[in-house]
């Protein structure tokens, strides 16, 4: 009964020409609403679009670059080869040392991001007392929003002297302070998904491995962290695309020589920090050492796509359904 | 009442949930061998009193006991009990069925694999979930995923993953309340088979199913201030054919609920 009562004030409340004339059309649409709902849907649409475009308008770009690239230096040799010299001579287009340079950086970082992160994940899904979460949790995100130039002046005027007294003999741009400070920057990303894929673990699977005489270790490890694999892997796979394709961190503490080695003391050349020495360069537009950087460009974005579609496909693959 | 020895006693136990007081001054027996039933109003405290049995209660942060209870003679909530170790003596089934996302084996060999268990853990999963009265339905597919039995076989599942660890008590809180008719049958058929071995003290709202099920029934209440409490404990036969307390006869009747 109470609703009848409500209905006719509800009605009044809206200023509407009908109630002011007695008559009240319940359900008949207005115009205004209309154009309303339709001006709406385009602007989401375009909104949307916006970054369609921008995705195809880079992809085309990279590749017709990349192409002219191409035309000159077979995809093979750029694949395969060792050496990287695209301006001094005698030329070479082997873009293996850039590949190394990226990969030995992004290694270092996840042998230090992913054990790092994912032991605050648990700490701070498992272990942390709500008090202590509000404190973490913040401190994370402020990690998390450092701009990328200032872990770099970071690695180069810090952890580089801090780590020759370890390594005296090592030089001043070096693979290993880049890919330490570089797990230390992607930290935040691996501990916060993680985190939320252990939170949306239920409770009861808690309960359950509690009621059985497990401790808080046993129940993080042997329960919540298997069922939150799919996540946690996921966030591995998003972290190593960050430091795959991160160009300020590398380009200032890493070095500028393609050098293709395992020895972290080594200065190398980041496939990135070569685009961005070559944009800043004197290189002509158009030259085939211009054109480098799309060649190099695009097998990053393939890279870094791979890596995305692995980490689809882990999420679909290891879901566990709880 | 049967005079068998007493395998869980609570004394004046008092739980608060911060400053809440969820259950007051309940004094409670289990028997060894028996199936003691908790039935009650919603609200009346019920599963907090369950669950102070195994200090499940400990995993609320903000929860407090006051009284005791003891497990063969030791209070448990003396700073020199183990609550883990307390929990591999004392096994729990909870209200919905919460199997691990692992295979139906390793559901079962959880609990002997987190104990340490040195025996054959093959055998000691065959024995559960023969106990539990699933083994025939299972023994083929022991290496698929928990979730691919249906809802009664893995409430099935979590009691015999209950009972892999030989707890001497066994904790069920309305164990089949998310279950079917067919399915509730046969866990009250289960419930019945495992009293010849363990104590079991069990929650329910279905008061059809704890004169069904248990030896001994025990009825809380709750008033106003919105703490649970005792109001009768016997004779299941008793307690439902001639209560002593008139409230316990008024809820058995459904006067109300």
């Given at each position: 009964?109470?609703?009848?009562?409500?209905?006719?004030?509800?009605?009044a409340?809206?200023?509407?020409?009908?109630?002011?004339?007695?008559?009240?059309?319940?359900?008949?649409?207005?115009?205004?609403?209309?154009w309303?709902?339709?001006?709406?849907?385009?602007?989401?649409?375009?909104?949307?679009?916006?970054?369609?475009?921008?995705?195809?308008?880079?992809?085309?770009s990279?590749?017709s670059?990349a192409?002219?690239?191409?035309?000159?230096?077979?995809?093979?040799?750029?694949?395969?080869?060792t050496?990287?010299s695209?301006?001094?001579?005698?030329n070479?287009?082997?873009?293996?040392?850039?590949?190394?340079?990226?990969?030995?950086?992004?290694?270092?970082?996840?042998?230090?991001?992913?054990p790092?992160?994912?032991?605050?994940?648990?700490?701070?899904?498992?272990?942390?007392?709500?008090?202590?979460?509000?404190?973490?949790?913040?401190?994370?995100?402020?990690?998390?929003?450092?701009?990328?130039?200032?872990?770099g002046?970071?690695?180069?005027?810090?952890?580089?002297?801090?780590?020759?007294i370890?390594?005296?003999?090592?030089?001043?741009?070096n693979?290993?302070?880049?890919?330490?400070?570089?797990?230390?920057?992607?930290?935040?990303?691996?501990?916060?998904?993680?985190?939320d894929?252990?939170?949306?673990?239920?409770?009861?699977?808690?309960?359950?491995?509690?009621?059985?005489?497990?401790?808080?270790?046993?129940?993080?490890?042997?329960?919540?962290?298997?069922?939150?694999?799919?996540?946690?892997?996921?966030?591995f796979?998003?972290?190593?695309?960050?430091?795959?394709?991160?160009?300020?961190?590398?380009t200032?503490?890493?070095?500028?020589?393609?050098?293709?080695?395992?020895?972290?003391?080594?200065?190398?050349?980041?496939?990135?920090?070569?685009?961005?020495?070559?944009?800043?360069?004197?290189?002509?537009?158009?030259?085939?050492?211009?054109?480098?950087?799309?060649?190099?460009?695009?097998?990053?974005?393939?890279?870094?796509?791979?890596?995305?579609?692995l980490?689809?496909?882990?999420?679909?693959?290891?879901?566990?359904?709880? | 009442?049967?005079?068998?020895?007493?395998?869980?006693?609570?004394?004046?136990?008092?739980?608060?949930?911060?400053s809440?007081?969820?259950?007051?001054?309940?004094?409670?027996?289990?028997?060894?061998?028996?199936?003691?039933?908790?039935?009650?109003?919603?609200?009346?405290?019920?599963?907090?009193?369950?669950?102070?049995?195994?200090?499940?209660n400990?995993?609320?942060?903000?929860?407090?006991?006051?009284?005791?209870?003891?497990?063969?003679?030791?209070?448990?909530?003396?700073?020199?009990?183990?609550?883990?170790?307390?929990?591999?003596?004392?096994?729990?089934?909870?209200?919905?069925?919460?199997?691990?996302?692992?295979s139906?084996?390793?559901?079962?060999?959880?609990?002997?694999?987190?104990?340490?268990?040195t025996?054959?853990?093959?055998?000691?999963?065959?024995?559960?979930?023969?106990?539990?009265?699933?083994?025939?339905?299972?023994?083929?597919?022991?290496?698929?995923?928990?979730?691919?039995?249906?809802?009664?076989?893995?409430?099935?599942?979590?009691?015999?993953?209950?009972?892999?660890?030989?707890?001497?008590?066994?904790?069920?809180?309305?164990?089949?309340?998310?279950?079917?008719p067919?399915?509730?049958?046969?866990i009250?058929?289960?419930?019945?088979?495992?009293?010849?071995?363990?104590?079991?003290?069990?929650?329910?709202?279905?008061?059809?199913?704890?004169?069904?099920?248990?030896?001994?029934?025990?009825?809380?209440?709750?008033?106003?201030?919105?703490?649970?409490?005792?109001?009768?404990?016997?004779?299941?036969?008793?307690?439902?054919?001639?209560?002593?307390?008139?409230?316990?006869?008024?809820?058995?009747?459904?006067?109300?609920?």
């Amino acid at each position: 009964m109470g609703f009848e009562i409500r209905r006719p004030q509800l009605l009044a409340a809206r200023p509407s020409p009908a109630s002011a004339a007695g008559e009240a059309p319940l359900f008949k649409r207005s115009s205004s609403r209309e154009w309303e709902g339709r001006a709406a849907r385009y602007f989401f649409f375009l909104c949307a679009a916006l970054s369609i475009f921008t995705t195809v308008g880079i992809v085309v770009s990279l590749f017709s670059q990349a192409l002219a690239f191409f035309g000159e230096v077979s995809v093979w040799e750029f694949l395969t080869g060792t050496r990287w010299s695209p301006i001094l001579k005698p030329n070479s287009y082997g873009v293996l040392p850039l590949v190394g340079g990226t990969l030995l950086v992004s290694a270092l970082a996840a042998l230090v991001a992913l054990p790092l992160g994912l032991g605050t994940a648990i700490f701070l899904a498992e272990y942390a007392p709500d008090r202590l979460r509000r404190v973490i949790k913040p401190v994370l995100e402020i990690l998390a929003g450092i701009p990328t130039v200032v872990y770099g002046y970071f690695a180069l005027t810090f952890v580089t002297p801090l780590l020759q007294i370890v390594f005296p003999d090592m030089i001043v741009f070096n693979a290993l302070s880049a890919g330490l400070v570089m797990g230390i920057m992607i930290i935040p990303m691996v501990s916060s998904l993680s985190e939320d894929a252990m939170m949306a673990v239920p409770r009861s699977l808690r309960q359950a491995a509690y009621a059985l005489g497990a401790t808080r270790m046993e129940v993080s490890l042997r329960v919540v962290v298997p069922a939150a694999l799919s996540g946690i892997v996921a966030s591995f796979i998003l972290a190593i695309s960050r430091a795959i394709g991160e160009t300020m961190l590398v380009t200032i503490a890493a070095g500028a020589t393609p050098n293709l080695t395992w020895n972290p003391l080594d200065s190398i050349q980041a496939m990135t920090a070569y685009i961005v020495q070559v944009s800043l360069g004197e290189a002509a537009h158009g030259s085939l050492e211009y054109n480098t950087i799309f060649a190099v460009g695009l097998l990053l974005f393939m890279m870094t796509l791979l890596m995305s579609l692995l980490g689809q496909w882990v999420v679909h693959r290891w879901r566990e359904e709880y | 009442m049967d005079r068998r020895e007493v395998v869980l006693k609570a004394d004046r136990l008092r739980v608060w949930y911060g400053s809440f007081l969820a259950i007051k001054d309940v004094d409670f027996q289990a028997k060894v061998g028996m199936v003691t039933a908790l039935i009650g109003p919603s609200g009346c405290g019920k599963s907090t009193l369950l669950r102070s049995f195994n200090r499940m209660n400990d995993l609320i942060p903000s929860v407090k006991i006051g009284g005791s209870v003891e497990f063969r003679g030791r209070n448990i909530y003396d700073s020199s009990v183990d609550p883990t170790e307390l929990r591999s003596r004392i096994g729990m089934v909870f209200q919905k069925p919460n199997p691990f996302p692992k295979s139906i084996f390793d559901n079962v060999a959880f609990g002997l694999r987190v104990n340490g268990y040195t025996g054959d853990i093959y055998e000691a999963v065959e024995r559960s979930l023969r106990q539990a009265a699933l083994w025939e339905e299972v023994k083929d597919r022991l290496n698929k995923s928990a979730f691919a039995l249906s809802g009664g076989q893995q409430q099935r599942l979590c009691i015999a993953r209950a009972l892999a660890v030989e707890p001497e008590v066994v904790l069920m809180d309305e164990p089949a309340s998310a279950l079917d008719p067919i399915a509730t049958l046969a866990i009250e058929q289960l419930i019945r088979e495992l009293s010849r071995v363990y104590t079991i003290v069990i929650v329910t709202h279905n008061m059809q199913q704890a004169a069904r099920v248990s030896d001994e029934t025990a009825f809380l209440m709750v008033d106003d201030d919105r703490a649970g409490y005792l109001v009768e404990h016997g004779d299941t036969q008793q307690i439902f054919t001639n209560p002593k307390d008139e409230r316990t006869e008024a809820y058995i009747t459904g006067r109300f609920s």
